[in-house]
């Protein structure tokens, strides 16, 4: 049995594997089995034999490489990742509720998203690629929710499952106006500039955090404030500010010779961050500072909005400059939370925080999507 296939089938209750389909569990098909997708099963395999567990049915499994459906245990290769994509609805089946997953980092699969919500399939994800990116692509989102009368789970794209976007829709549904959001938004980075002493070289750490899954497959979509944009995008729309991409200013820390190297020569490149880090780390020591990367989202006095990401130099008694590890720490604004906002902290990025963010989700539109 291949390692994905065991992975899969520890995820399986007998009950589950055995038992024909019934409408009281929810179908779910998992795409990607990485630091995510391989902690969505590790959780799946814990609620065997659970109610949670009943409450799922894992019907189809794939990363890049190849697709399982669970029943039979049998790996298929996936010479193209298209084909394997539409592969994903047939074999979620043509009714009940079914659920797709996506626990990559794809703009192949991203660019599915809208077509599953509108045929009444419900997503799942992690991935910041449908939500956080243009405004159009967004809206194409929120059309075919509508279309489809299907949830997009998105508690996971931002803060790793941390209440976030949750607390902003419900300060909205209760009648609060958003005024402004600020805060550490990237685990890794917020890692990096937890450990980070200025002695020993940044890119060291960076290789750390990637190999504890804290970054994303390619660490400069962290390290050039990409990830934390789409991020502030995801969160600026949920509060009702319908920003453009372009209309949040990003100070990235990648040189742009680093930012036009192919994929495979980035980690030999990672070294010629250190100088400019140890030169900004050491300023900061001087005036007894820390550097956090903060994004800031706040309405101007004519009613417009600013939006911009990037490494600050913050005082030590700052509020933003506490936390810990992968901590994201964020303050929100609103009518209610207008002399002191709101500040949710915890951890922002790792697998298993982020794989329950997931499951979270799942089982909510499980059980019908209340509150
Ligand atoms: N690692 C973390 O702490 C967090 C990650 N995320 C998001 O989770 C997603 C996944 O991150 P990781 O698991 O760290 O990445 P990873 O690189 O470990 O895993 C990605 C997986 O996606 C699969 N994949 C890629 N294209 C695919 C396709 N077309 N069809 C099926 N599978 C495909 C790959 O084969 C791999 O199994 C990313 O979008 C990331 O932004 C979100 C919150 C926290
Ligand atoms: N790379 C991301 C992972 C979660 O989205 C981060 O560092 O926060």
Redo the contacts with the bound molecule.
């Keep these: 049995m291949s390692a994905l296939a065991e992975d899969v089938r520890r995820s399986l209750s007998v009950a589950t594997a055995q038992a024909p389909r019934t409408a009281a569990r929810a179908r779910l098909a998992l795409?990607?089995?990485?630091?995510?997708?391989?902690?969505v099963l590790e959780r799946l395999a814990g609620w065997v034999g659970t109610p949670f567990g009943e409450k799922l049915e894992l019907a189809y499994v794939?990363?890049?490489?190849q697709?399982l459906h669970p029943h039979t245990l049998t790996p298929t290769p996936?010479p193209q990742?298209?084909e394997?994509?539409s592969r994903v609805a047939p074999a979620l089946g043509e009714d009940g509720t079914r659920i797709v997953i996506?626990?990559?980092?794809?703009a192949?699969?991203a660019a599915r998203h809208a077509g599953w919500l509108a045929q009444g399939i419900h997503v799942v994800?992690?991935?910041?690629?449908a939500r956080g990116t243009s405004l159009a692509a967004w809206q194409v989102i929120e059309a075919a929710c509508v279309a489809g009368d299907s949830h997009y789970g998105d508690a996971?794209?931002v803060g790793?499952?941390l209440p976030l976007l949750r607390s902003i829709r419900e300060l909205r549904a209760g009648g609060d106006r958003v005024t402004a959001i600020a805060g550490v938004l990237s685990?890794?980075l917020a890692w990096l500039f937890n450990h980070y002493d200025g002695l020993r070289p940044f890119s060291g750490f960076v290789r750390e955090a990637r190999d504890a899954?804290?970054?994303?497959?390619d660490p400069r979509?962290d390290l050039s404030g990409e990830?934390v944009r789409r991020k502030l995008l995801i969160l600026a729309r949920a509060a009702g500010v319908q920003l453009e991409q372009d209309e949040v200013e990003v100070a990235s820390l990648v040189p742009d010779e680093i930012a036009a190297l192919p994929k495979e020569e980035v980690d030999a490149s990672l070294p010629r961050l250190d100088p400019l880090l140890r030169e900004r780390y050491a300023k900061a020591y001087k005036n007894g500072e820390k550097l956090r990367f903060i994004a800031r989202l706040e309405r101007n006095a004519d009613g417009g909005w600013s939006a911009r990401v990037g490494l600050d130099a913050l005082s030590v008694d700052h509020p933003l400059a506490g936390g810990a590890g992968?901590d994201n720490k964020v303050a929100i604004w609103s009518d209610r939370y207008d002399d002191q906002p709101l500040v949710i902290q915890g951890p922002?990025?790792?697998?298993g925080?982020?794989a329950a963010?997931l499951l979270d989700d799942a089982l909510r539109i499980a059980r019908g999507w209340k509150k």
């Design positions: 795409l990607g089995t990485g630091n995510v997708g391989g902690a794939a990363n890049t490489r697709s996936l990742t298209g394997g994509l996506d626990a990559t980092a794809s192949e699969v994800t992690a991935c910041k690629l996971a794209t790793a499952g685990g890794s899954g804290y970054t994303e497959p979509e990830d992968t922002g990025a790792g697998a925080v982020t963010g």
